[in-house]
């Protein structure tokens, strides 16, 4: 069992910078095979954000490269989203997700912080 806990959500004017933080446990994330950060808009389906993945290599949705970056420190079991140069378009509740891949494929969920980006 992983349990995921998010920070670092606000109201931030466009073109500002905010950066999420996920502290998990249950487990060390760097057996993890996949961490991510997913997003929710009203009226939209969740959507990938952005990935890592167990050996280091990243996953960014197109609307989002060059401007976010995840990042995990092994050492405090914690993944974060470094989110720069923020739109209006961005605003969703930001969810951190870890898979975990054995025998059965688990996704686990954080309870979402909300990212809110004044034009």
């Known amino acids: 069992q992983v349990q995921l806990v998010e920070s670092g959500g606000g109201l931030v004017q466009a073109g500002g910078s905010l950066r999420l933080s996920c502290a998990a446990s249950?487990?060390?994330?760097?057996?993890?095979?996949?961490m991510g950060w997913y997003r929710q808009a009203p009226g939209k389906q969740r959507e990938l954000v952005a990935r890592i993945i167990i050996g280091g290599s990243t996953n960014y949705a197109d609307s989002v490269k060059g401007r976010f970056t995840i990042s995990r420190d092994n050492a405090k079991n914690t993944v974060y989203l470094q989110m720069n140069s923020l739109k209006p378009e961005d605003t969703a509740v930001y969810y951190c997700?870890?898979?975990?891949?054995?025998?059965?494929?688990?996704?686990?969920w954080g309870q979402g912080t909300q990212v809110t980006v004044s034009s």
């Open positions: 249950g487990s060390p994330i760097s057996v993890i095979f996949a």
């Open positions: 997700n870890a898979r975990w891949v054995g025998v059965l494929s688990t996704d686990y």
